[in-house]
């Protein structure tokens, strides 16, 4: 299917096993998984949850026999992009699920280098700060403050919040 919905633009590696698959992903970077739950060495959801921990800078799109929604919402919750059923796709669903999912980690991914900026920045600069800094919400409550505040008012941070 992908071959022919996308004219070959893709390139697709094939592991028949979770273990083979595993050990491609030690040696190669790839763009993303495409993972079946019912391989020879492993089944379910649990297969996600090992491929996820094994390869978690990749996204991985759940493609599998199984049309249990719930296992659909577990797929996802276990850190899967997308969860879909093989005899319910085709080959430009198929292909557009990828795209999807690549760009979605890429912003994820951009995202979390945001938030850890943002939290280096609190924790290395303003922590340090002898100037008391206090940050706010829309609604003008108290979401962060720093040491400095503490001792200027002479309250527990705790306190502050």
């Known amino acids: 299917m992908l071959h022919d919905a996308d004219e070959g633009a893709l390139s697709l590696d094939v592991a028949s096993t979770l273990r083979d ?3 491609r992903l030690r040696e190669t970077d790839y763009d993303l998984i495409l993972l079946d739950l019912s391989l020879p060495d492993s089944f379910g ?3 996600l949850r090992t491929a996820h921990q094994a390869g978690a800078h990749v996204p991985i799109v759940v493609l ?8 659909g919402i577990q ?10 059923v093989k005899n319910s796709i085709t080959g430009d669903l198929l292909v557009r699920a990828i795209h999807y999912a690549v760009e979605r980690y890429r912003v994820e991914q951009a995202i979390r280098r945001s938030e850890e900026e943002y939290r280096s920045l609190i924790d290395d600069v ?9 940050i706010l919400d829309r609604h003008l409550n108290v979401v962060w403050c ?3 505040t503490e001792r200027y008012f002479g309250l527990e941070r705790s306190e502050i919040l």
Not at 64 to 71: A, H, L, P, V
């Open 126 to 134: 303003f922590e340090t700060s002898v100037v008391a800094v206090i």
């Open 21 to 23: 698959g595993l050990n």
């Open 146 to 148: 720093n040491e400095a």
């Open 75 to 84: 797929a996802v919750q276990a850190g899967a992009q997308d969860y879909l």
């Open 45 to 47: 959801v649990e297969t």
């Open 64 to 71: 599998t026999g199984f049309d249990d929604k719930q296992i």
